[in-house]
């Protein structure tokens, strides 16, 4: 039966809506200025990444010439790409206001500014003139076009000057492109403190060093952006995936441009050369057009605002804080191995320390002469961090260690390509995953030599391996010695390393095996109960919401009267509270200070409640076309705290947004009780307030029965 498309918010509108609730964070008078600073430098890098990925995928379906909807919104692709452009544009225009009349003013009365080069002293010029000479010029290639000089490839995201010449011999106008190296700081210090003025400006402001001879009309910056998702085909050999995959990477550099970015001010001319020449570089499909390049006000790249937003001045920044070491990790005179086998342990990050909990699982594994093998699934890694350390000094002492290294974690795949050789040249046993699929799952499997046998240790969490990630993003984890998922952690690393083709597990969710299935059935599960009266509830907290089934069984579960709550930081393709359809649904969303990045579901079960935590998200491409892990939470000692964490997400009333009908988003108002779950109420205890683990006799039982 097809679907309603009034039921359905589209997908690409749902996105630029959770940026817009990004950039309403740099709004907010509430947060510190560098906080803020730091939110519309997000802002940006997110619309980067929409542009790569989800513009310039609409793009090619136009010059595909598809005219019918995609999804289940019922848009169509030119309606979609021409509502897109008049958000962006409208969020642009939103985040240059916010810069230059808000924020950049806010702080120059705190003694940060942003200066022009002519606002520099005698003095300050000097010092800028120095920096110039010794670490800017000696790194910059002026490259002129003209018919023995054709235009240069620019290459993905990169600033550069595009310079209008005047060649006296010659009584010709001459154009020039300079590009503006990484290398290069983007914010260069004046000599007075916090005084910066852009690398750009500097370059722009010494032209005749690199054009002698030449007068210099103008310059203006501009940035192209570039289609960058990797199209590569399944294959059953792992070294033609490897291949693949450098190759696509290599290959995505000189991909079709999508976006031009132009400094405000450039003139008509300079326009036209871009777009010409760009144009040339394409195939006649992908020929670039005059509406593919906006005005990106006075200042472009954005997202290297991060760097401003990082300054030492405390007063402007979010109050500091430590990860709490999990309490029963404190005493160090136990094995963390002791600890889970005496019963499973939860963590909660950034709030629990990963360093105390992950890491040193992983290191105590690596050193642990009774460790006979380690295998672990890498998607993000952070490069030479205590894990990978710990993974090769393992496999260095002879033990077992077999890493699952995904090469295809976008705009990853050059770090994990390099960190994947890396560990083969330690001995590790590197995979590459399903041909076909994208492997998402985080899980980490020791296998442990005891007096009483062989004791399997797993670890299954809703984040990166990533150390840096792992203090800016909320995530669970949870550590167990249960036999069954045990048994289950080891039928999916055989999946992925070998020629596995399991798709029965025990207690675990695996996609593309049986995920879908089991949520559908805990779904229809509380379908069922609430239509004989019983009480069904549902609440979920993830990062996206799309996929169409899981949307169907949750309009029939609120038609039957399930009581469903959504805590979806970005994506929702779900339209809540609509009259015979979704009255008994409410989506909310959290936007503060980390990353909302854990997946936690929890299904009432008639009294018999069911908590799970993974690495997937409720999206079609999280169930068919990746292999993702949700494991079941069955020790009812930790229960208390899971419920914590939504009901307590579910009360914020300082950082939460509520979505309508129409798909627009409302933030809470507080009033004079905020709550604010991640920066009050977790970073004061991880759990919000749940008890210490219960321990009577009954739960213990419980708990026995269900660790078998």
């Not at 409208?90 to 916010?98: A, K, N, S």
């Not at 403190?193 to 910056?221: D, K, R, Y």
């Not at 840096?468 to 039928?491: E, H």
């Amino acid at each position: 039966m097809a679907s309603n498309p009034e039921l359905y918010i589209n997908r690409e509108l749902s996105w630029l809506a959770f940026d817009a609730r990004v950039l309403n964070e740099a709004f907010d008078a509430r947060n510190p200025l560098l906080e803020r600073l730091k939110f519309l430098s997000i802002f940006s890098t997110n619309l980067d990444e929409f542009y790569m990925v989800r513009v310039a995928g609409l793009r090619r379906q136009l010059l595909a010439g598809v005219t019918a909807a995609t999804g289940p919104d019922g848009i169509v692709p030119a309606e979609l790409v021409s509502a897109i452009r008049a958000r962006i544009l409208e969020l642009v225009g939103m985040q240059q206001h916010c810069l230059h009349d808000i924020l950049l003013p806010a702080l120059e009365t705190h003694g940060v500014r942003l200066v022009t080069m002519s606002e520099l002293s005698a003095g300050e010029w000097q010092t800028v003139d120095d920096f110039f000479e010794s670490d800017i010029f000696p790194v910059l290639t002026p490259l002129g076009v003209d018919p023995t000089h054709p235009f240069p490839y620019i290459s993905n995201l990169s600033l550069s000057l595009a310079v209008q010449l005047y060649d006296p011999d010659n009584k010709v106008e001459r154009f020039a492109r300079v590009k503006i190296p990484k290398s290069l700081p983007r914010w260069v210090g004046i000599g007075r403190a916090n005084h910066f003025v852009p690398v750009e400006q500097v370059i722009s402001a010494n032209l005749g060093a690199l054009f002698p001879g030449m007068e210099i009309l103008g310059s203006w910056a501009f940035r192209v952006t570039r289609y960058s998702d990797l199209e590569v085909k399944a294959s059953d050999e792992t070294e033609d995936l490897l291949t693949a995959i450098e190759e696509q990477v290599f290959q995505r550099r000189f991909t079709e441009v999508v976006r031009v970015e132009v400094q405000t001010g450039v003139p008509d001319e300079i326009r036209a050369i871009l777009v010409d020449e760009l144009r040339e570089e394409q195939t006649p499909e992908f020929a670039l057009t005059p509406d593919d390049v906006v005005d990106g006000g006075a200042l472009l790249e954005l997202g290297d605002l991060m760097t401003l937003a990082t300054l030492d001045i405390p007063e402007l920044r979010d109050p500091p804080f430590a990860p709490v070491t999990p309490v029963r990790l404190r005493d160090t005179t136990r094995s963390i191995f002791d600890v889970i086998k005496e019963r499973d342990l939860l963590v909660h990050h950034p709030y629990e320390s990963f360093t105390a909990s992950v890491e040193q699982f992983v290191q105590a594994a690596a050193v642990d002469p009774d460790v006979l093998a380690i295998k672990m699934t890498l998607y993000r890694t952070s490069g030479d961090t205590p894990i990978v350390r710990a993974l090769t000094d393992a496999a260095e002492r002879g033990k077992q260690v077999a890493v699952l290294v995904e090469l295809q974690a976008r705009f990853d795949e050059a770090n994990n390509i390099t960190w994947a050789r890396t560990l083969e040249d330690y001995g590790v046993h590197v995979a590459y995953g399903l041909p076909g699929l994208k492997t998402h799952a985080k899980t980490t499997l020791v296998v442990r030599r005891e007096p009483d046998g062989i004791r399997r240790y797993v670890h299954v969490g809703t984040g990166n391996y990533n150390s840096k990630t792992a203090r800016l993003y909320t995530d669970l984890g949870l550590f167990t010695v249960s036999r069954s998922i045990g048994a289950d952690i080891t039928d999916l690393f055989n999946a992925l390393t070998g020629f596995s083709r399991q798709r029965l597990y025990r207690k675990i969710l695996v996609a593309p095996a049986n995920m879908r299935d089991r949520l559908m059935e805990m779904i229809q599960r509380e379908t069922a109960l609430a239509s004989v009266g019983k009480k069904g509830r549902i609440i979920a907290k993830m990062n996206s919401i799309v996929d169409e089934q899981i949307i169907e069984a949750l309009y029939d579960a609120s038609r039957a009267g399930v009581e469903i709550d959504l805590i979806v930081r970005g994506i929702c393709c779900l339209r809540p509270g609509i009259p015979g359809a979704s009255d008994n649904i409410r989506v909310m969303s959290v936007i503060g200070r980390f990353l909302e990045h854990s997946r936690l579901f929890y299904f009432a079960n008639d009294s018999e409640p069911e908590y799970y935590i993974g690495s997937a998200d409720w999206m079609t491409r999280n169930f068919d076309r990746r292999v993702e892990a949700i494991v079941p939470v069955d020790d009812v000692l930790l229960h208390e705290k899971l419920h914590s964490i939504l009901t307590t997400s579910l009360t914020d009333n300082r950082e939460a947004w509520d979505l309508a009908p129409d798909g627009s988003y409302t933030q809470r108002q507080p009033g004079d009780a905020p709550v604010r779950a991640t920066q009050d109420i977790f970073l004061r205890d991880p759990w919000g307030g749940a008890p210490p683990d219960a321990r009577t006799e009954d739960a213990r039982a419980v708990h026995t029965a269900r660790r078998s």
